[in-house]
DNA sequence: CCTATAGCCTGACGGC
DNA sequence: TGCCGTCAGGCTATAG
């Protein structure tokens, strides 16, 4: 699930909430989610801490121990953070299980497994050597940044929008979201793309990832308009009505439809 | 340079 | 009801 927007809503959560509060016990109950890092070490680096601050960084939640280092957060395809007091809360699938001397608890959850957790001493030594491109929404990416990504490669746009070396934040829905708003084919090579084209396309990433954050990535609160509420089999275009067509691009099912988005070469 | 595929994990769902 | 194959919003490694 969670893309760019997703995990900054994790992140206001977490600030609203598991900052300033000195961590009594940490608890990895699975082993195999752990990055470049040992159960004891990341016991060892949390506990008698407290958490002083968060960074977003595409799909990544950095958040800074007593200044001393980041614990990093990545969920995989089904994360998530909660917070909460009774151990009764305790969500299902907890991997890692926070508990603070004022008796609340902060719970990672990851399903599927397929999340990271993580120690880094610097945001910026982690993003590069994990060869992270610009995040989406910052401002340093903006249109002439935007335009040289686009440009220098022959790959279809969506995955160029998913790739996290060239733009950090984007997954399989978002680009759907992305392409869908923009009229613009899931398959159009990206250096081919239109200077108009290209420019539409910078603009749409900006306002459609700021604009699931302001809803809170709640698809009740998207305007009829958006594609992700009709983003499944069988579901029809919100603006024409037509049958959403399902192809498999960098080997992930895209949704678009034809009549908006037409293919051109 | 770019695409396709498998693998990591688990659970939900549909068909039989 | 139960079993089985397929699929899912991430990412990496490898082969071609």
């Keep these: 699930m969670p893309e760019l927007p997703d995990v900054e809503v994790f992140k206001q959560y977490l600030d609203a909430t598991a900052l300033h509060q000195r961590i009594a016990k940490t608890s990895i109950t699975s082993r195999n989610i752990l990055g470049n890092v040992s159960t004891a070490r990341l016991e060892r680096a949390l506990t008698d801490q407290e958490f002083t601050a968060s960074h977003r960084h595409g799909k990544y939640l950095f958040v800074a121990v007593d200044g001393t280092g980041w614990l990093v957060l990545h969920f995989g395809m089904t994360g998530f953070l909660q917070y909460f007091r009774d151990p009764k809360d305790t969500p299902p699938h907890t991997r890692v299980l926070i508990a603070f001397t004022n008796g609340f608890h902060l719970a990672y959850d990851s399903k599927r497994k397929l999340g990271r957790v993580d120690l880094a001493h610097t945001v910026e030594a ?6 992270l491109g610009p995040d989406a929404l910052d401002p340093e990416l903006d249109l002439s940044a935007f335009r040289k990504i686009i440009s220098t ?6 995955s160029v929008l998913m790739n996290q070396s060239l733009i950090a934040g984007i997954g399989n829905v978002y680009s759907d979201e992305i392409l869908f708003r923009a009229g613009i084919h899931p398959q159009t090579k990206s250096n081919r793309l239109s200077e108009k084209a ?7 990433m ?3 990832l700021r604009k699931a954050i302001e809803y809170r990535v709640d698809p009740d609160r998207f305007p009829n308009s958006y594609l992700l509420p009709y983003r499944k089999k069988g579901g029809r275009c919100p603006r024409c009505g037509q049958r959403l067509r399902q192809i498999m691009v960098s080997g992930r099912t895209a949704y678009y439809c034809s009549k908006d988005q037409k293919r051109r070469r």
């Design 126 to 131: 982690f993003i590069r050597e994990r060869a």
């Design 153 to 158: 490669t022959r790959r279809t746009v969506k």
């Design 198 to 204: 290209g420019e539409k396309l910078f603009h749409t």
């Design 206 to 208: 900006k306002a459609t």
